[in-house]
């Protein structure tokens, strides 16, 4: 892969900066300082691996003159010619132009980049001088062992991503410490285990809790029904009181009834109210009275018209007639009296007679309806007939108090039931060894399944493990071979041998004098120099395998004096020609001057610090 230019929108002080052609070996881009130099480093790994967000620590260069945040990257590859467009931002992935013309995304360019990701190229394909001096990227990050992973599994997947997703895997199934497939299903299975043995145990008490429910039951069921029974006389008592004022009032009619008789009533009525008038001589008069006083006063007067001019006794029957006349009169006179009277009588108490015995119909009918006919009505209907109001009074508070307590009574049963019951349901449940004993079947058969599967992930990546370290160890010689070759160019044979410590990760150096030195305790200088080395073996080690990758390097040569500044010049040049595209940039123009007889004129780039409200151009 080699990178022909570039096309800024905005990007740090860069707004439509655009470069392209350029070479497949070396070319310095030389600007002073502020001309923007390590931004287009940062632009140019941004453009392949994606800008920061601000979540990072690392500078996120946003538009200072204005402009789409981003940009295009051109690149030539074996295909042909692909273009990256990529927009700064959390959720903008980069856009490919394929040499066909095609569209591609994430994906295509992580096959093109061939199993790189930033930490590899920043430590060995793209750098500064901060982190040229940083041992730890190329040591402690394993930037080794990446470079010699990233051709085992090909595709874009390297074999240390293959042990990271195997080890990751296994710690799903299995860790010490933390959640884990084996771990939560040996905590289940501890659960259920635990159950199984309070089930059984519990098993010895379910008959004890059968008895104690059904004493409950029994309980309860005596206790409703003694609800029951003040529930029903508490209703007697209140029927009682509610019918006895229309009983009462029936009683009365009956009464009243009993003294009302019609001959009675009548008699009473001529004997004490009234008396026929005395004949003469003060006798009674009787029913014949009047015919005998007709009779009296029709001979009389007989008498008196055949003697009044005749008898001297004439006067006297005149006196005896008229007397008789009154007598008759009078008679009459009481019987129309009486009659009326009498008729008066009768029809008041005929209507007394009929509404007290509506009355009592009325309540016969109301009793029936309410109490029925049966012999209990009959027993209802006598104890009506006592009349006892205070008595039941009384005893329907009683038995309003009494059923206060039964209800009472009552709903602690009910609540000592569903507690028996839900006690022994409880014990049920959990006493299921059946179910209970699938179910820890089912775990250990899962269990046997996911140890299966850790042994066979440990397994996998014990082959990719020992395929990678035989990979590195074979080719780890040759990168410390190629280093050693390279910084006892530079340093003219000052240093013979670069290898790896016995113990530990570090490197120590064999020098002329057959001296060894550990490397950090080399000054500044000559440890920039040793791991500029070892980046130039690296990096001409993974191109060698047919996935080339461009070197650019930021001002890397400052703190090298004249001499070892050449040797390194030397061996950049060498890679240049042999190993892949270098683009070196650098404020030095005495850098440049160390390239000069192999340096064309299109090899060389200026860049100028621009000026205010001036757009950035990168000079051919």
């Known amino acids: 892969m080699i990178i022909r230019g570039w096309s800024i929108d905005g990007f740090g002080l860069f707004c439509g900066e655009a470069c392209r052609g350029l070479g497949d070996g070396l070319t310095l881009i030389i600007g002073p300082n502020e001309?923007?130099?390590?931004?287009?480093?940062?632009?140019?790994?941004g453009a392949l691996f994606g800008f920061p967000d601000r979540r990072s620590r690392s500078p996120l260069h946003l538009p200072l003159r204005g402009g789409r945040h981003g940009g295009r990257l051109m690149l030539e590859t074996d295909e042909g010619p692909v273009v990256i467009d990529r927009e700064a931002g959390r959720w903008h992935a980069a856009e490919l132009t394929l040499p066909d013309g095609g569209r591609g995304g994430e994906a295509e360019l992580g096959e093109l980049l061939g199993g790189i990701d930033l930490t590899v190229f920043r430590s060995v394909f793209g750098f500064g001088l901060a982190e040229l001096s940083d041992f730890a990227l190329l040591d402690g990050r394993g930037i080794d062992r990446r470079l010699s992973s990233a051709g085992i599994t090909g595709a874009g997947r390297s074999a240390r991503e293959a042990i990271e997703a195997l080890d990751e895997e296994a710690a799903k199934l299995l860790r010490p410490r933390g959640r884990s497939a084996v771990g939560a299903a040996v905590s289940e299975l501890s659960r259920i285990e635990k159950r199984i043995t309070a089930a059984r145990r519990d098993l010895e008490r379910h008959p004890e809790l059968v008895a104690e429910e059904?004493?409950?039951?029994?309980?309860?069921?005596?206790?409703?029904a003694e609800a029951d029974r003040l529930r029903v006389e508490e209703r007697r008592r209140e029927r009682l009181l509610e019918l006895w004022p229309a009983w009462h009032q029936r009683g009365q009619a009956l009464q009243?009834?009993?003294?009302?008789?019609?001959?009675?009533?009548?008699?009473?009525?001529?004997?004490?109210?009234?008396?026929?008038?005395?004949?003469?001589?003060?006798?009674?008069?009787?029913?014949?009275?009047?015919?005998?006083?007709?009779?009296?006063?029709?001979?009389?007067?007989?008498?008196?018209?055949?003697?009044?001019?005749?008898?001297?006794?004439?006067?006297g029957l005149l006196a005896a007639a008229a007397l008789a006349a009154a007598l008759v009169s009078a008679w009459?006179?009481?019987?129309?009296?009486?009659?009326?009277?009498?008729?008066?009588?009768f029809l008041t108490a005929a209507a007394e007679r009929r509404s007290l015995e509506e009355t009592v119909r009325q309540v016969d009918s109301l009793v029936a309806a309410r109490i029925g006919n049966d012999q209990q009505a009959r027993r209802f209907i006598a104890e009506l007939d006592r009349g006892a109001v205070a008595a039941w009074e009384a005893r329907l508070s009683e038995l309003r108090e009494a059923q206060a307590r039964t209800a009472e009574r009552r709903d602690t049963?009910?609540?000592?039931?569903?507690?028996?019951?839900?006690?022994?349901?409880?014990?049920?449940q959990s006493a299921d060894l059946p179910g209970l004993e699938t179910e820890r079947q089912a775990l250990l058969g899962r269990l046997t399944e996911e140890a299966e599967a850790w042994r066979v992930n440990r397994l996998a990546r014990g082959l990719v493990d020992r395929t990678l370290h035989a990979f590195t160890g074979e080719r780890q010689p040759r990168v410390l071979q190629r280093a050693s070759r390279l910084f006892s160019g530079v340093t003219e044979g000052h240093y013979e041998q670069v290898a790896r410590q016995t113990e530990g990760s570090g490197l120590t150096l064999l020098a002329a004098d057959g001296r060894r030195i550990d490397a950090g305790d080399l000054s500044r200088g000559a440890a920039e120099q040793l791991y500029l080395c070892l980046r130039l073996a690296l990096a001409a080690e993974h191109n060698s395998r047919g996935c080339p990758m461009p070197l650019l390097m930021d001002d890397v040569l400052v703190n090298a004096d004249p001499r070892r500044a050449a040797g390194l010049a030397r061996a950049i040049t060498d890679y240049a020609g042999t190993a892949g595209q270098v683009?070196?940039?650098?404020c030095h123009p005495a850098t440049a001057d160390l390239f000069g007889d192999v340096l064309e004129g299109s090899a060389i780039r200026r860049l100028a610090v621009p000026q205010t409200g001036a757009d950035h151009s990168l000079s051919m």
């Open 214 to 224: 059904e004493d409950r039951q029994r309980d309860l069921e005596s206790l409703s």
């Open 332 to 345: 009459f006179g009481w019987k129309r009296r009486r009659d009326l009277a009498e008729l008066r009588r």
């Open 256 to 315: 009243r009834l009993a003294g009302l008789t019609e001959s009675g009533a009548t008699a009473a009525a001529i004997d004490g109210e009234d008396r026929p008038p005395a004949g003469p001589d003060g006798f009674p008069a009787t029913a014949a009275t009047p015919l005998l006083l007709t009779g009296a006063a029709a001979a009389a007067a007989g008498a008196v018209w055949r003697f009044s001019l005749q008898d001297p006794l004439a006067g």
């Open 583 to 586: 683009i070196l940039f650098t």
């Open 35 to 45: 001309s923007g130099k390590s931004t287009l480093l940062d632009f140019i790994r």
């Open 413 to 428: 049963s009910i609540r000592r039931l569903e507690a028996a019951r839900r006690e022994r349901q409880s014990l049920e």
